[in-house]
């Protein structure tokens, strides 16, 4: 195990402890917006985001270090030596961005709970690159009643040679209706050549939000 893995593995749990004991309504403060707002109006298919608007809306950073999520162009990147890979759609996505000094630090992305359906899935672009083979991480991870379920990490295709997109896409492994909530951490390290995005984040069901089937 990495040093900067176990680092992650243990801020990770600061920042879950930290999220867990914060009122709800200051987990949030980088946007300015109450996640009881958005809970009214979040629905399945509104967690779905190209980041063509410009905004992560309805995911919410919570990042607790300098490191942020930040909607790039990719003709005006942050980080001008490592651009990422063209996107294939648009030009917009979120990256990870960091200080001058490229101090690194855990990044947080979530939704607000909302009920999910057995069927439902979720799939998204994402882009992970690091000096050192596994040096950054990308989780998707499921919270049910604080309860973290992993569905993906994707840190074994964190290499200096991944200069693409790639698409990830889970299931969730639920069996009735269920309220839930969405979180991707990331831990993206301090080499100039250490990156991560996302991209497209599609919300897949085969039930409709009545509870219906799709036809
Ligand atoms: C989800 O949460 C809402 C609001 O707390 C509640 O009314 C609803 O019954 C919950 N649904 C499920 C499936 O637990
Ligand atoms: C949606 O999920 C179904 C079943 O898992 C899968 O066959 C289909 O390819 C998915 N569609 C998209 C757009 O991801």
Same mark, same amino acid.
């Given at each position: ?30 946007? *300015? ?101 596994? *040096? ?80």
């Amino acid at each position: 195990m990495s040093n900067s893995f176990r680092l992650f593995l243990a801020v990770t749990t600061i920042a879950v402890c930290w999220s867990n004991h914060v009122p709800v309504s200051r987990q949030n403060t980088r946007l *300015g917006v109450s996640l009881v707002d958005i809970k009214t109006k979040l629905t399945r298919t509104s967690v779905n985001n190209d980041f063509e608007s410009g905004s992560p809306d309805p995911w919410i950073d919570t990042s607790p270090t300098s490191v942020y999520w930040n909607v790039e162009d990719f003709s005006t990147p942050t980080e001008v030596n490592y651009p990422p890979p063209t996107p294939s759609m648009g030009t917009k996505y979120l990256r990870a961005t960091r200080d001058s000094q490229l101090a690194p630090g855990l990044l947080i992305l979530r939704t607000v709970t909302f009920t999910a359906f057995p069927g439902d899935a979720i799939s998204f672009k994402f882009w992970i690159r690091s000096k050192y083979t596994g *040096g950054n991480t990308l989780d998707l991870v499921l919270v049910i009643d604080d309860v973290e379920t992993t569905l993906l990490a994707l840190s074994s295709y964190s290499t200096s040679v991944n200069v693409e997109w790639r698409t990830a896409s889970s299931s969730f492994p639920i069996s009735t209706p269920t309220n839930l909530t969405l979180i991707f951490y990331g831990y993206c390290g301090g080499n100039s050549e250490d990156a991560i995005a996302i991209d497209d984040i599609l919300f897949n069901s085969s039930i409709t939000e009545q509870g219906t089937p799709n036809s």
